[in-house]
């Protein structure tokens, strides 16, 4: 594949990566959103495993379900911040599949607490609100994940290097 198509197919799965992530965390506002948080569009931290164009899409993505969730300025900075480094780091693991997640689940376990704490008041003590981040996304990351990776690599989705 010459390297125009393959920066068609990095910007259209990026872009594709990053609405699912939209999509995904509006249709479960209720639970994407607050203190205690389980974001289903976590499920697609395992993509770093797949394609370099996760990177991008995640960031994109968190970055605009924030935006239009109605997030603070400082959980849409922060918050998407943490997906971006989760995502590259991510990638930087994929040779190990069940390394993937877990930059994602460290920076959030990390970066959203003090975003609850700061930007929205939250006053849970942080080590228990790290500690419901930190379950949100090994449900969404690993569980969900996990899942839908076993899926992806069954049904030879991204070819055998994404």
Request: overall charge positive.
């Amino acid at each position: 594949m010459d390297n125009g198509r393959k920066a068609v197919l990095c910007l259209t799965q990026g872009a594709l990566i990053a609405a699912l992530y939209v999509v995904l965390t509006l249709v479960f506002a209720p639970i994407s959103f607050g203190a205690m948080q389980v974001r289903i569009a976590e499920v697609l931290t395992i993509l770093p495993l797949f394609t370099l164009a996760a990177i991008p899409g995640l960031f994109v993505g968190c970055l605009l379900a924030n935006l239009i969730g109605g997030a603070v300025v400082l959980d849409v900075v922060f918050g998407s911040l943490a997906t971006l480094i989760g995502a590259a780091v991510g990638y930087l693991l994929r040779r190990n599949r069940w390394l993937v997640p877990v930059p994602a689940v460290v920076a959030n376990t990390v970066i959203v607490p003090l975003v609850l704490k700061y930007g929205y008041g939250v006053e849970l003590p942080l080590i228990l609100s790290a500690l419901y981040v930190f379950i949100g996304e090994v449900i969404g990351c690993y569980v969900l994940g996990e899942l839908f990776a076993t899926v992806l690599l069954k049904r030879k989705v991204f070819g055998k290097n994404g």
